[in-house]
């Protein structure tokens, strides 16, 4: 993600990516392009949106339970947060992925919640094919 908010593939995820040491299998790695610690980069609209966008729609491909919420540790101290979404600091001793993206934290797991239900419970429209053709 850039700071246009424009999703970059770096591997698919058919293949297990080396994001998290010794932690890389039954998860995918998002990685946010910038230093998002205080005094430098904050997450702009657009790249809130993508990020909230592309989270939804992994977390609904995959069927996950995004109500849940489970315990983490940050610098040392218990912090709760949504369970389908973790920091890397969660998984390896880092600052990653930044207090400014933290602070964020919640509220997307809030916002692709509500967005993810939302679809689940959305009944799909009846797609019409229809070939338009030159009056004779």
Known sequence: RDGAG?????????????????????NLGIAMMGN??????????KQKASLQGLISYI???????????????????KRSGYCFMRPHMHFKSTDCPGANIMDYLDQLGSDVAAKTEAIRNKRAPVIV????????
């Not at 770096?10 to 299998?25: F, R």
């Open 59 to 77: 977390a609904y491909d995959y069927g996950m339970n995004t109500s849940d919420r489970c315990d983490y540790k940050w610098h040392g101290k």
């Open 36 to 45: 998002f610690e205080p005094g430098h980069d904050q997450l702009n609209d």
């Open 6 to 26: 424009r999703v970059l593939e770096g591997v698919h995820s058919d293949i297990v990516a080396s994001h998290t040491l010794n932690n890389n299998t039954n």
């Open 129 to 136: 094919l229809a070939m338009l053709q030159k009056p004779s």
